[in-house]
């Protein structure tokens, strides 16, 4: 697994701060989590997916910034709360995106289109936090090779189900997130 990437300029404790894993300076810490029964463990799941976007490096990798991504991904928002304005598709940006009836708060870790490495963590308050790991590579002079990894942690034993049942959809998203792209390739060269 590789390391997550800081945002730079921030420090672990004013990114976990940020996150609400710590309280901010100044406020009271809270309550210490009742005990769990030993036989409650938190659910953690890993899944890959691969698929091929039939474009060359340069026009493919750029859209799998988040900013970017909404020309192609369906009803993919996200409300950019850094930077904010215009939003922009960079290391440490940070954004929120609807889940069902949560709100996740992301953080781009990585966003190196030199190497091909795209990274994203986002928490969605007591229940779990998703590690997702894109590595784009060029096939050749027309196709770009995309590797994905979703690494989703349950936070409280009752996410473990859910959890669990997003795993098994993550496995079966390279063909959804191929089929989209495509479209919006074949839509974009009209244009």
């Known amino acids: 697994m590789k390391a997550i990437a800081l945002i730079p300029g921030c420090s672990v404790l004013a990114l976990v701060t940020g996150l609400g894993f710590l309280p901010a300076h100044g406020q009271n810490a809270p309550a210490a989590p009742a005990p769990t029964p030993a036989n ?88 779990l936090a998703t590690l997702i790991d894109i590595h784009l590579t060029a096939r050749d002079a027309s196709s770009t090779l995309v590797e994905v990894a979703y690494e989703r942690t349950a936070l409280t034993p009752e996410a473990n189900d859910h959890l669990r049942q997003m795993g098994e959809s993550d496995r079966d998203s390279g063909r959804e997130w191929q089929e989209q792209i495509d479209a919006y390739l074949k839509t974009a060269s009209r244009d």
């Open 40 to 127: 409650a463990a938190l659910a953690h799941v890993r899944n890959e997916f691969a698929f091929t976007v039939r474009t060359p490096y340069a026009k493919a990798a750029p859209l799998f910034g988040a900013d970017a991504e909404r020309a192609w991904a369906g009803d993919w928002n996200p409300k950019f709360l850094y930077p904010a304005s215009p939003p922009l598709d960079v290391p440490g940006a940070v954004f929120e995106v609807k889940h069902g009836g949560h709100h996740a708060t992301w953080v781009c870790t990585s966003f190196d289109l030199k190497t091909g490495h795209v990274q994203y963590v986002y928490v969605i308050g007591g229940a």
